[in-house]
């Protein structure tokens, strides 16, 4: 999801093809303002003069049926619609202003999400729930009250949206929390009650590595248990930060499951006391940088580019095994190991690199594209990748 003020046409867009070079299959913008919907026909059509295809998804709270209503070039342009049942609207105004939203997306052959969020959760659906755990002495957690209320709000949101004429291929389900645990439970029972396809993500997971390691605790179990159709990592920017870290993240996590590929993975030693200089992780972190930077042209040139993997290791004890798994690998010489750094190309001994750490690394990095542009097919001039 992009950070940009999505009124600045601009910026946004220009977020948008930076996060569909970083991986991202889709995007999303809020549209909270007259000026927000009326930028999003300007932010798709500059995203389409720089070639980038990649759907546009419109995030709408408190008053999306009145700008999808008055901005219809704005519904146009976007390829889905992202609903929350909880911030459209109080009383019986509910569930006429979401199926106003769904008709928008019926007539103009858009699919939604409904994206229900553990913060803005129906209160009045809540405090029924907990009023029944009272009368009846049920004894439940409030958690388990609250993770049960997000999946009624779910299913009874995807009826309704079906009642309003979008189909069953038309409707995308999710249900936001920030506790791994609970996040689980919910998608779990959701799986068990709907077929509708279901959008993965923990809201608020913070910042970092804590934003990283607990999307991926998360999620990492759904998936592997066949949950989830879509996801997002949703990490808390640094001031300033780049914002294609939550795609890094989700790419990574699908590629580790082996579920996805969307980039060469880099395989590289953790460091011990033989690895007393820095040069291999200097190498490692310059490798990882060269082909994040080079992705959004060899995916658009070679096949299969994503499913190489490079290894840079620091030392005698696994550089030469993990180098010669690996598609191309360096092993570089720890602390008292002769200053050579034998190189394999598919487990064979290629050459011998010496020098010092930046002439290591441009040597090196000039072999990875050696090895890219020899060994996979390119594609015809022309194609797109979609």
Known sequence: MTITDTADAEATATQCVELTDAGSELVRVTVNSPAAAAAVPEIRRRMLDRDCQTPLIGDFHYNGHQL???YPACAEALAKYRINPGNVGTGSRRDEQFSTICKIARDHGKPVRIGVNGGSLNQDLVMAKMQENTDGQLGRSSEAIVNECMVISAIESAALALEAGLGTDQVVISCKVSSPRDLIAIYRELARQTTQPLHLGLTEAGMGLKGQIWSAASMGI???????????????????????????AACELLQSLGLRSFAPSITACPGCGRTTSTTFQELAERIQHHVRDMMPVWKTRYHGVEEMRVAVMGCVVNGPGESKAANIGISLPGTGEEPTCPVYVDGRHATTLRGASDELADAFRQLVDDYVEQHYQKKSIGAHVT
């Open 222 to 248: 759904l998936l592997d248990e066949g949950i989830g159709d879509t996801i997002r990592v949703s990490l808390t920017p640094q001031p300033g930060g780049d914002r294609r870290e939550e795609v890094y």
């Open 68 to 70: 999808l209503s008055r």
